[in-house]
C-alpha cells in the first residue's frame, strides 16, 4: 500500500525567511497530494492541493511543487508570519489506497519573530 | 454555518469501559472518516463509510466500531478491547469518497484519555 515519508519533523525559522517541507510516497497510482495545517487544539484543514497532472501551484504566499519521477512533492511558504506557526500534514491518495488519505506523520512548524 | 461537530471536546475512562464518540456534519456529504492522531505519527484511518448504512475498515479498525444510520451522523466507539486507546481522534468527512477526490473536512477533535 502507499507510504507517506515527511521531513523535517520539527522546522524552526525567522519572520519573514521561507520553510520548505518535503514529501515523498511509494505508490506510483497516486494521484492527489494536499496539504493541511493543524493549529493547537483543532482540527487539520486544508491550505492547498494538487493533482498529479499538474507540477506546480500558487496561492499567495504558499506554493507546493509535485515531481511525479522521482514521486515526492513540496510546500512552500514564503515570508513566513507567527500565524504560520502549526503543524502540517502531506497527504497522497489514489487507485491504490482505494481513494483513501494517506497521511505524512507532520512537520511543526515554529515562526519566530 | 456548515461543519463537523464532535462530542464530548474532552472524555475519560476508566479501563474496561466502552465510550462512544460523537460525530454530527451538517455539510449534506456523502462520506465520513474517523482518524486517530497520536504524538508524532500522523493521521491514521479507523473506519470510513461513502453513505449510509455501509461502513468499512481502515488501517486501525481493531477495538473500535461504527454506525451510519444517518447521512449527518458516525459515531465511534472504542471498545474495551482497544489495547492503547488514549489518542486524539478527529472525525471527518467529504463530499463523496473516491481516488482523487477526497478533499476532507475535519472536526475539531475529541481527546480520549484512560485512566
Known amino acids: 500500500g502507499e507510504n507517506v515519508e515527511q521531513h523535517p519533523s520539527t522546522l524552526s525559522v525567522q519572520e519573514g525567511d521561507s520553510a520548505v517541507i518535503k514529501c515523498t510516497y511509494s505508490?506510483?497510482?497516486?494521484?492527489?497530494f494536499p496539504w493541511y495545517k493543524q493549529e493547537l487544539g483543532k482540527g487539520p484543514q486544508l491550505i492547498i492541493d494538487?493533482?498529479?497532472?499538474?507540477g506546480e501551484k500558487k496561492d499567495q504566499r504558499i506554493a507546493v511543487t509535485l515531481n511525479k519521477t522521482a514521486k515526492h512533492f513540496s510546500l512552500h511558504i514564503t515570508e513566513t508570519q507567527p500565524e504560520d506557526s502549526a503543524v502540517y500534514f502531506c497527504?497522497?491518495?489514489?487507485?491504490?489506497?482505494?481513494?483513501?488519505?494517506?497521511f505524512g506523520k507532520g512537520t511543526k512548524l515554529s515562526v519566530k519573530p | 454555518d456548515g461543519g463537523i461537530t464532535q462530542s464530548p471536546k474532552y472524555l475519560f475512562r476508566k479501563e474496561g469501559q466502552n465510550v462512544t464518540l460523537s460525530c454530527e456534519q451538517n455539510?449534506?456529504?456523502?462520506?465520513m472518516y474517523w482518524y486517530r492522531q497520536d504524538p508524532g505519527q500522523g493521521l491514521r484511518l479507523i473506519y470510513y463509510?461513502?453513505?449510509?448504512?455501509?461502513?468499512q475498515k481502515g488501517d486501525i479498525a481493531e477495538g473500535y466500531s461504527v454506525s451510519r444510520e444517518k447521512k449527518e451522523s458516525f459515531p465511534l466507539t472504542v471498545t474495551s478491547a482497544q489495547k492503547n486507546p488514549t489518542a486524539f481522534y478527529l472525525c471527518?468527512?467529504?463530499?463523496?469518497?473516491?481516488?482523487?477526490?477526497?478533499?476532507?473536512?475535519f472536526g475539531a477533535g475529541s481527546r480520549l484519555t484512560v485512566l
Open positions: 471527518a468527512s467529504s463530499i463523496v469518497h473516491g481516488a482523487g477526490a477526497n478533499v476532507l473536512t
Open positions: 505508490d506510483s497510482a497516486s494521484n492527489y
Open positions: 494538487i493533482r498529479s497532472n499538474v
Open positions: 497527504a497522497a491518495s489514489g487507485a491504490g489506497s482505494q481513494g483513501n488519505l494517506i
Open positions: 455539510l449534506n456529504h456523502d462520506a
Open positions: 463509510s461513502q453513505i449510509v448504512n455501509d461502513f
